[in-house]
């Protein structure tokens, strides 16, 4: 299974898509970049793989294995990236700001019960995060940073 986050980077937050074999999936929200800091920075744009994880806190999750420099990025429920995560993605039914989102835990619960489809397919599932139109994005972001 292959999904692909494509990010808008912004000073006050990370927004993104996320495509299952190019088909729209939801929404993402993430830290700003921030030289791939620990808790104050989203992971660098790469291929990833990713399996499914469950703890107290976030119960159902997905893990981004191998992350260069970091440890335990997860996938998991939020919806104010500054509030919320530390380097995690967060997907969102709906963007409602730079790095702020709703409707998370219905987003999260589709990309889940697909992961685990995948998952009983014996399927390797690969994350690849790349920028859209970084250029483009820096001068929009100057002209008016209320939108996206």
């Known amino acids: 299974?292959?999904?692909?986050?494509?990010?808008?980077?912004?000073?006050?937050?990370?927004?993104?898509?996320?495509?299952?074999?190019?088909?729209?999936?939801?929404?993402?929200?993430?830290?700003?970049w921030n030289d791939n800091k620990r808790f104050i920075s989203c992971i660098p744009e790469g291929v990833y793989e990713i399996e499914p994880r469950f703890s107290k806190k976030f119960n159902h999750h997905l893990l981004v294995k191998d992350v260069k420099k970091r440890g335990l990025i997860l996938i998991h429920a939020a919806n104010d990236a500054l509030k919320e995560l530390e380097g995690c993605i967060a997907p969102v039914s709906y963007v409602g700001g730079l790095g702020k989102g709703t409707q998370s835990k219905p987003a999260l619960q589709k990309l889940l019960s697909l992961v685990y489809q995948a998952q009983d397919r014996k399927e390797k599932?690969?994350?690849?995060?790349?920028?859209?139109n970084h250029d483009d994005i820096r001068t929009f972001e100057t002209t008016d940073p209320k939108i996206l």
Do not use: D, Q, W
Not at 9 to 19: C, H, I, P, V
Not at 125 to 132: A, H, N, P, Q, R
């Open 1 to 32: 299974m292959e999904l692909t986050l494509e990010r808008a980077y912004f000073k006050e937050g990370t927004n993104g898509t996320l495509f299952c074999s190019e088909s729209y999936l939801c929404h993402t929200i993430e830290l700003p």
């Open 125 to 132: 599932i690969l994350l690849t995060i790349k920028s859209v």
